[in-house]
């Protein structure tokens, strides 16, 4: 009896995805190949079809992380949830016990990508067997990888796949680890083609956007056109992205119809007016989900091409020591691009009636300055203004960083009060900041609602 054993589970798996449809193809296919594995002994000998199984540190001109939309699982722990899989601190993770627990991820839209890396908890101490399916619609999945984690490392590791494939949901599904039946993964990342030396990336920021304006004639929703006729890889939305408190109910009211058609390849950082009810922006967490971190944990950075590309809370945990702070140093000496953007809602600089300079945000710019980094974008005031190349003192620096204050989405634009040193254009219209991010510079311009470029740079090295 023990000699047929293995054949016996390896028909059961066959009948068992003949049975099924293909929606449950996936999950066949995990019960199949652990039940064949089992009976076998053979660990990931055992595989259902032809992928690869290749473990390698990084994957040559594949290491563009591409944005997410949301993070979903099968299972977790309370202190352990999916979106912790997800949201750029290797210290948070997502547990869940048994074999067949799987993670998904939903890019948002159909994606080119040619890999997935991956973080595993205890990853240095245990291997872990789990396959990788891509899904255009979360019922059909493709099986696209399958085998071991190296178990020699805590950091990232990647899993090339055979052929670049395009697909919106990424699937991990976990059935074993070398400690036991719980999968634990500290983040994780679908992998899409690197930029060609050269290839440049299309970015849209803005801050201060929706109101309670409805209609086609309010300036969130022209912004917005303006938006998807540029169709940038990705926006950054700047803070105080719905007005007056940024509940959920006005969120879905007003910036959905409108902002909200580009939610997907988004990048949110929140604003004062988020936090205006007192309720640590739950409106806004709500609406954004995963994208937006978490209420305790609110920063994260992400890749594009040659950029790193942080956003950071400029309401909470901004003094020199603070969690965020800390985070921040701790990101930027981990970081490998040789071009950096950091974006956040209050600027420290800025010639607004309204608010003007907020030192408060010296932390911030000393630990980018430090680390050479090229961009900050900011909010807050309602007006567009470009500032020269600067170090945290307002001197004028050739290495040092280029401040945008783009408070122009949508709410009421507001004139100048004192100029500061270094603004070089300041300008009272409504529109979008256009960056052209390539391979060690960048580009911009300033695009009003209408289309009109209203300020524009060359190219300028990155740091």
């Not at 984690?149 to 805590?154: C, L, N, P, Q, V």
Request: aromatic content about 10%.
């Amino acid at each position: 009896m023990p000699r047929t054993k293995p054949v016996w589970a390896a028909l059961c798996a066959f009948m068992l995805l003949a049975t099924l449809g293909a929606g449950g193809a996936a999950q066949a296919d995990d019960r199949a190949v652990r039940g064949a594995a089992h009976a076998t002994g053979q660990g990931t000998g055992l595989r259902a079809g032809d992928v690869p199984s290749t473990v390698v540190p990084s994957i040559p001109g594949c290491t563009t992380a591409q944005p997410l939309s949301g993070v979903t699982a099968s299972t977790w722990e309370d202190v352990n949830p999916p979106q912790q899989a997800a949201d750029g601190d290797p210290t948070t993770r997502w547990s869940g016990e048994g074999l067949g627990a799987h993670l998904i991820l939903d890019l948002g839209q159909a994606r080119t990508m040619c890999g997935l890396k991956i973080a595993w908890h205890r990853g240095d101490k245990r291997w872990n067997d789990f396959n990788i399916y891509t899904s255009p619609d979360d019922t059909t999945y493709t099986k696209v990888w399958a085998g071991r984690s190296s178990g020699s490392t805590a950091g990232f590791e990647s899993y090339p796949y055979a052929a670049p494939v395009t697909a919106r949901y990424v699937r991990i599904s976990f059935w074993q680890s070398q400690e036991g039946s719980w999968a634990s993964i500290s983040e994780t990342a679908a992998l899409g083609p690197d930029a060609s030396q050269g290839g440049e990336h299309v970015v849209v920021a803005a801050g201060d956007i929706a109101t309670t304006c409805e209609g086609e004639k309010c300036a969130h929703r022209r912004t917005s056109d303006r938006v998807l006729a540029i169709d940038p890889a990705v926006v950054l939305a700047l803070g105080d992205n719905q007005y007056e408190n940024g509940t959920y109910e006005e969120y879905s009211k007003h910036y959905d119809p409108t902002w909200g058609r580009f939610k997907a390849k988004t990048k949110p950082t929140p604003g004062n007016h988020e936090y205006g009810l007192g309720d640590g922006a739950a409106g806004y967490f709500e609406y954004f989900g995963s994208a937006a971190g978490s209420p305790a944990k609110s920063w994260y950075s992400f890749d594009l091409g040659d950029w790193h590309i942080i956003s950071l809370n400029s309401e909470t945990s901004r003094s020199a020591g603070s969690t965020q702070v800390t985070w921040l140093k701790d990101d930027l000496s981990r970081n490998t691009k040789p071009c950096v953007l950091a974006f956040w809602h209050r600027p420290m600089f800025s010639s607004g009636s309204a608010h003007g300079n907020f030192p408060n945000m010296r932390p911030f710019w000393d630990a980018l300055y430090d680390a050479r980094a090229d961009l900050v974008l900011g909010g807050h005031d309602h007006h567009y203004e470009r500032f020269a190349k600067q170090n945290p003192d307002a001197q004028k620096s050739s290495s040092g960083i280029r401040e945008f204050v783009v408070g122009t989405g949508g709410a009421s634009t507001k004139p100048a009060g004192t100029m500061r040193a270094n603004s070089e254009k300041f300008l009272q219209k409504h529109g979008v900041l256009k960056l052209t991010l390539a391979a060690n510079s960048y580009s911009w311009q300033f695009v009003q609602d209408d289309g009109a470029v209203l300020d524009s740079g060359a190219p300028v090295a990155c740091n």
